[in-house]
């Protein structure tokens, strides 16, 4: 499957602030069949430290909304448990673990009220995926490498412009 914009863009955070040194999209378990339906956005790992990112992205920027509210909560609860069978079946050699959900509009209410109340799961919606973009683009600022990750290299470009 094709690689989503927001998919880069938790790619270069992942990659850029948090410093994981493998970077995977649309990964799929393995051995195919029904389980391999199922794929995971975007993973980063931290071999050093034994740390991984699991995340689901959502780049709506209406609003996240899958026919209604409840329905909506469902399936990122949905996405969530299989984010934890995935790493439990096939990241074993990564103990410390975190499970995120990342979506630049969330509308608030029903939705976030029920997000926030999944265990494990870190939000990054709204306010904090705003944070987020702007981290990318101080080291945008700073970083005139090319880091493999097309997003961040469009930061670059923009933020190295001469006017």
Partial sequence: MKTEVGEYIV???????????????????????????????????????????????????????????????????????????YAKKYLSNFPNRKYMFWAPVVPRGYITEKLEKIEELVLVINETYSQRIDELREKARILTYDSGNPFFRILQI???LRR
């Fill in 11 to 85: 790619g270069a955070y992942l990659k850029i602030i948090k410093q994981r040194d493998i970077i995977d999209y649309n990964a799929r378990p393995p051995h195919g069949g029904l389980e391999g339906l199922g794929e995971l956005d975007v993973i980063g790992l931290n071999s050093k430290k034994k740390t991984a990112y699991i995340c689901e992205v959502t780049t709506h920027i209406r609003g996240i909304l899958y026919k209604d509210n409840k329905t909506t909560v469902e399936r990122i609860k949905k996405k969530h448990k299989r984010q934890k069978e």
């Fill in 158 to 160: 923009l933020e190295h």
